[in-house]
């Protein structure tokens, strides 16, 4: 499969530039796939859902995995803010200082990861996924009122 991809992520990024950036894989068979980049992904699957953050820790620690022997320097900048998995964390940290401490300032854990607390990391990493849990069912609550309203209102028809 070729793979084509370009880089870059905001939260609530309009859909014309997730597409831009989308990643398009091609099957020996001639069958085109376009998918949500890596970076545009993790950000859409930060959710309430438990098995949402599995698989977010599963993707990040293939695709550290994977291209750590030989990183672009957005890839680095992507695992420092976006890993989930406390040891990649350490080692990813560790493999680009200055970064790292570049970006502590926009994710206070990296300070932790640059030390090498595991157990400390951990722990904030939890922090972390539960504050993104709660800001998603924020933004989620007035939505799910409108559709009970419509959905209440569609019945009373």
């Known amino acids: 499969m070729k793979r084509r991809s370009t880089g870059g992520h905001r939260r609530d990024d309009p859909f014309p530039l997730l597409w831009e950036r989308r990643t398009t894989l091609d099957d020996p068979d001639g069958t085109t796939y376009e998918l949500l980049a890596l970076p545009d992904l993790v950000q859409a699957k930060k959710t309430q859902r438990s098995k949402d953050w599995l698989m977010l820790q599963r993707l990040l620690e293939a695709h550290y995995l994977q291209h750590r022997a030989a990183p672009t320097p957005a890839q680095q900048r992507f ?28 994710r206070p854990l990296l ?3 640059e030390s090498g607390t595991l157990g400390e990391l951990a722990v904030a990493l939890g922090a972390e996924e539960s504050a993104e849990r709660e800001r998603d069912k924020v933004y989620w609550k007035p939505l799910k009122a409108e559709l009970e309203q419509l959905r209440h209102a569609a019945r009373r028809r």
């Open 79 to 106: 695992w420092l803010l976006e890993l989930r998995t406390p040891e990649l964390l350490v080692e990813a940290a560790r493999s680009c200082a200055g970064l790292t401490r570049e970006l502590s300032n926009q």
């Open 111 to 113: 300070r932790l990861a």
